[in-house]
């Protein structure tokens, strides 16, 4: 069997308004004066693992709902600026859409638009059924309806990555994703014992691979039964907004494991990613190239 996409990304496309806000959380006041301007962008999480992916030079592919609106628009010529494939199943309730409020810190606060999924929606069979099995991999996103999709996509033979995002280790709804996929990646944000959540993640399901990324604190990687702590990277410039960061390590992270780096060092190539992504503001979708993120990672 041909598998001639390196790496298929399923859901997650949309777009954000961006408004960078003077302090989060955002005191109440009856109006604010939002010098820096209010901007729509293509990027949402399948968005920036697809650009991510793409700048290192691998075959991406991405699958997702589209409206046949303005944000629609945005989310196409994202992908043809940087030529990735796009399979755009049309969704009647329009793109998703997101505004992130935006801190002096880099700190973010998403306020999704619910309204434009519906609970009955499925992934034509057909279409995820032949991309996967032409894939070496899927990266697959949490958005609705992305979970039931997976039991054909394990059928395809490809392996499976996903990113619970802040998940608190409770939620059921992240459940079937973390049992699911071969390499797991969540925050440690809403997390008392990062290490507890991961040995579950790893024993409930399929994982091979969980990382934990803690911001400041770095990432921690469960493979082999044993936990290690990589450190953080110290960003190339100032931070400006950390959206996208988690994005950019599991795209980083996922090019190294691809390429059959260990776990560990596979999360350094993460770091050094998601250092990149805090430098970009947020009114950009960028990601690291391949030969910057090659001369990061070094060996002294």
């Known amino acids: 069997m041909s598998r001639d996409i390196d790496v298929l990304v399923l859901g997650g496309a949309g777009v954000?308004?961006?408004?960078?806000?003077?302090?989060?959380?955002?005191?109440?006041?009856?109006?604010?004066?939002?010098d820096s301007g209010i901007r729509t962008r293509a990027g949402q999480t399948g968005d920036f693992v697809a650009v991510g992916l793409s700048a290192l030079g691998l075959r991406t592919h991405h699958?997702?709902?589209?409206?046949?609106?303005?944000?629609?628009?945005?989310?196409?010529?994202?992908?043809?600026?940087?030529?990735i494939g796009l399979t755009a199943v049309p969704q009647p309730a329009g793109t998703k859409?997101?505004?992130?409020?935006?801190?002096?810190?880099?700190?973010?606060?998403?306020?999704?638009?619910?309204?434009?999924?519906?609970?009955?929606?499925?992934?034509?069979?057909?279409?995820?059924?032949?991309?996967?099995?032409?894939?070496?991999?899927?990266?697959?996103?949490?958005?609705?309806?992305c979970a039931h999709s997976l039991?054909?996509?394990?059928?395809?033979?490809?392996?499976?990555?996903?990113?619970?995002?802040d998940w608190d280790g409770e939620n059921p709804y992240h459940e079937p994703f973390?049992?699911?996929?071969?390499?797991?990646?969540?925050?440690?944000?809403?997390?008392?014992?990062?290490?507890?959540?991961?040995?579950?993640i790893a024993d409930r399901g399929r994982a091979e691979v969980v990382v934990a990324t803690a911001g400041a604190k770095g990432a921690y990687v469960l493979a082999d039964d044993?936990?290690?702590?990589?450190?953080?990277?110290t960003p190339p410039a100032?931070?400006?907004?950390?959206?996208g960061a988690g994005d950019a390590f599991a795209a980083a992270f996922l090019y190294a494991w691809l390429n059959r780096e260990t776990p560990r060092r596979s999360a350094l190539y993460g770091?050094?990613?998601?250092?990149?992504?805090?430098?970009?503001?947020?009114?950009?979708?960028?990601?690291?190239?391949?030969?910057?993120?090659m001369e990061r990672t070094a060996t002294p």
């Open 16 to 34: 954000d308004t961006i408004v960078y806000v003077p302090a989060l959380p955002l005191p109440y006041a009856d109006s604010y004066m939002i």
């Open 63 to 83: 699958v997702d709902f589209l409206g046949d609106d303005p944000e629609g628009d945005l989310v196409r010529a994202l992908h043809d600026e940087h030529g």
């Open 97 to 145: 859409r997101a505004v992130n409020l935006v801190g002096p810190d880099g700190r973010r606060l998403s306020l999704y638009d619910t309204s434009r999924s519906h609970p009955d929606d499925r992934f034509p069979e057909a279409t995820v059924r032949a991309l996967a099995e032409a894939s070496r991999h899927v990266h697959v996103t949490i958005t609705q309806p």
């Open 151 to 165: 039991p054909l996509l394990r059928e395809s033979g490809a392996t499976l990555s996903t990113d619970l995002h």
């Open 178 to 200: 973390a049992q699911a996929a071969d390499v797991v990646f969540l925050s440690a944000v809403a997390l008392a014992d990062p290490e507890r959540t991961m040995r579950r």
């Open 226 to 233: 044993e936990v290690t702590r990589v450190p953080a990277v």
């Open 238 to 243: 100032p931070v400006v907004d950390s959206n």
């Open 271 to 293: 770091a050094v990613a998601g250092a990149h992504a805090c430098t970009v503001p947020s009114t950009e979708t960028d990601a690291i190239g391949r030969n910057e993120l």
